[in-house]
């Protein structure tokens, strides 16, 4: 089964891959890298992940950083001793890391956050976590990969070339003090051997698991609007955020995901630049912006916020073949008089019901909403579908309606437990 974001990302896939990772095997994380924060509550405790996949919670379950994450050894080496500190298990027992996946140095991240200032008023908004340059340089073929860092000799060689390069771009063209080959050594010289242990063909790993009756489930980050190809370009992330992306990110056969899952707030946030046609920048978005508590789980920048844009979700669904969907937040719009729901962009006179991927910009979208009638309710209690007011549960019909797509589950809380399966 693979489960991804349809919106911008943050559509609170951490907390559905914790639940869902109960009745599976194995759990791969396929792309993207530490721009991801999927945040998962057990009880009284809040787990943030970035690099390791939202199973890590679960007992006795493989998780996998397959071969398409762009990984930061130090903030995954961070984010282990952090669980292990908090009591969590991680060992090369419940941890695979792909030996073939791109590493993430500094001065990835030292580009990401000069090439933001370069672009100046165009800027992207990234994270500065160093993804757009990692895989700019997979593209490129000259990254170094987890299996180079295993190797002292064969990464100070990859490195040097790659530090003469990425120096005379750091010193030429933005006047910026070099990095030093000796100081990226010693900091990144004795990772290799800390991660050892976990390293492995994961991508043959996953398959057998496969063969042997296990079932997978592929963890996407970020959201379908991020997509690189899909989304609203050059306003994206670097990777495939969809089920696209999980048969090179993990190195499984795009016939065997017998299950794609969408996740979708059932409002929308987005975190950085870029268009975002069913925005509020007035009161109601900073209410729902507070209520849900809006502010990024890696930057901690505050999510910008607006109504559910049935025109993007439509789109990412019928793109990623999605069988089902998850309504997260649902809980948020309790209280409100009135609802909407952006059913159809209008750009330069025309309609476009359909998500208008060919054009260059969104540029002065107007949005055709739909509204309903709220609830007054506070439904984070609810948990199940019966009990849910009867504007709840109209709503969610509406949403299925206007995506072209079933809901599976209905969340109404951070917990575990706040969900609710909606019958057939
Ligand atoms: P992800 O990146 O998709 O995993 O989402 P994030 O973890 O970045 O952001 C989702 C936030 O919403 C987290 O703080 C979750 O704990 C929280 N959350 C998830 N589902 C629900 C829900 O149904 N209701 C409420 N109130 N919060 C939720
Ligand atoms: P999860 O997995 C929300 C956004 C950044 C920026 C753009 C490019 O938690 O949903 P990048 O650092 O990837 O080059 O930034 O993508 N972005 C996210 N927004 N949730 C995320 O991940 C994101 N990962 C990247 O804010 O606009
Ligand atoms: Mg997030």
Known sequence: MCVFGAQWGDEGKGKIIDS??????????????????????????????HLIPSGILHKDKVNVIGSGVAIDPLTLLEEIAGLRERGVSVSHENLRIAANAHVI??????????????????????????????????????????????????????????????NALIENVHGEEPLSLDKE?????????????????????????????KHILFEGAQGLMLDLDHGTYPFVT???????????????????IERVIGIG???????????????LTDETGARIQKAGHEFGATTGRPRRAGWFDAVAVRYAFDLCGADGWVVTKLDILSGFET?????AYEIDGETFERYPAHLPSLDGVQVTYEEFPGWQQDIAEVR?????????????????????????????????????????
């Open 105 to 166: 140095f500094t001065h990835h991240k030292r580009i990401d956050g000069l090439a933001e200032r370069w672009r100046g008023s165009g800027r992207i908004g990234t994270t500065g976590r160093g993804i757009g340059p990692c895989y700019a340089d997979k593209a490129a073929r000259t990254g170094l990969r987890i299996c180079d860092l295993l190797d002292p000799d064969r990464c100070r060689e990859r490195l040097m070339a790659a530090l003469a390069e990425k």
């Open 265 to 279: 707030k059932a409002y929308c946030t987005r975190v950085g630049e870029g268009p975002f046609p069913t925005e």
């Open 20 to 49: 869902l990772a109960h009745d599976a095997d194995v759990i791969v994380r396929y792309q993207g890298g530490s721009n991801a924060g999927h945040t998962v509550i057990v009880g009284e405790d809040k787990y943030v992940l």
């Open 185 to 213: 050594l010693d900091c990144y010289g004795a990772v290799g051997d800390s991660l050892r242990p976990f390293v492995g063909d994961t991508g043959a790993e996953v398959r057998d698991a496969y063969a042997a009756g």
């Open 339 to 343: 609802l909407r729901v952006g059913v």
């Open 238 to 256: 670097s990777s495939s955020t969809g089920v696209g992306g999980v048969s090179s990110g993990a190195g499984f056969s795009p016939r065997h």
């Open 384 to 424: 199940s579908w019966e009990d849910l007011p009867e504007n709840a549960r109209n709503f969610v019909e509406s949403l299925e309606k206007l995506v072209s797509c079933p809901v599976d589950l209905v969340s109404v809380g951070p917990d575990r437990e706040a969900m609710l399966t909606r019958p057939r």
